[in-house]
T-cell receptor, first 114, second 117 residues
Framework: NAGVTQTPKFRVLKTGQSMTLLCAQD?????MYWYRQDPGMGLRLIHY???????AKGEVPDGYNVSRLKKQNFLLGLESAAPSQTSVYFC?????????????FGPGTRLTVL | AQSVAQPEDQVNVAEGNPLTVKCTYS??????LFWYVQYPNRGLQFLLK??????LVKGSYGFEAEFNKSQTSFHLKKPSALVSDSALYFC???????????????FGRGTQLTVWP
């Protein structure tokens, strides 16, 4: 049981390049989330999904797109990377909507945009 | 709107001493509160949660947290700190509303805990 995995672990992009971050979970969770973590700002929600085929905007969605074609995978895309998107990106998942359900986090992807 | 404040960016404590990491919250309904820990170059790990019931919640690695409704606080505590407790700690409040925002967590900015030998 691998939990939540993320690929790649590190990436360096040039301004204007595109890339996709992959999140996978093997816990059969319905809910998946993408966060970004910046120093002194905690975690901010980018996009999330409440089930296969659904996505919704979070707090800071601009410049990102997501897709949830399969229940176990949640992809985060950057179409034209900008230096402001330099950050650590975390994916998380949870089983249901009961208020006691904690989220499980992946190990993160460290992205640098030059 | 939900929000969480962690008033201390850093907490330093000697090994063996008690530690407290502070968290205050603001919610429009019932508070559902969580603590997570992040070790260097790792993802967040769940420590404990308050949903309802006893105000003192016990969690992993000997940590506990005290819920205080009148002070809107949820401080993390440990009676005797270890060097291995050094990490970044996040308090979070859960969105308990209906609709598509169900399950969303709002995080504080994090508190760096350093336990020195």
């Amino acid at each position: 049981n691998a939990g939540v995995t993320q690929t790649p672990k590190f990436r360096v992009l040039k301004t204007g390049q595109s890339m996709t971050l992959l999140c996978a979970q093997d816990m059969n969770h319905e809910y998946m989330y993408w966060y970004r973590q910046d120093p002194g700002m905690g975690l901010r929600l980018i996009h999330y999904s409440v089930g296969e085929g659904t996505t919704a905007k979070g707090e800071v969605p601009d410049g990102y797109n997501v897709s949830r074609l399969k229940k176990q995978n949640f992809l985060l895309g950057l179409e034209s990377a900008a230096p402001s998107q330099t950050s650590v990106y975390f994916c998380a998942s949870s089983y249901g909507v009961e208020v006691g359900r904690e989220q499980f986090f992946g190990p993160g992807t460290r992205l640098t945009v030059l | 709107a939900q929000s969480v404040a962690q008033p201390e960016d850093q907490v330093n404590v000697a090994e063996g001493n008690p530690l407290t990491v502070k968290c205050t919250y603001s919610v429009s309904g019932n508070p559902y509160l969580f603590w997570y820990v992040q070790y260097p170059n790792r993802g967040l790990q769940f420590l404990l949660k308050y949903i309802t019931g006893d105000n003192l919640v016990k969690g992993s690695y000997g940590f506990e947290a005290e819920f205080n409704k009148s002070q809107t606080s949820f401080h993390l505590k440990k009676p005797s700190a270890l060097v291995s407790d050094s990490a970044l700690y996040f308090c979070a409040v859960r969105d308990g509303g209906r609709g598509s925002t169900l399950g969303r967590l709002y995080f504080g900015r994090g508190t760096q805990l350093t336990v020195w030998p």
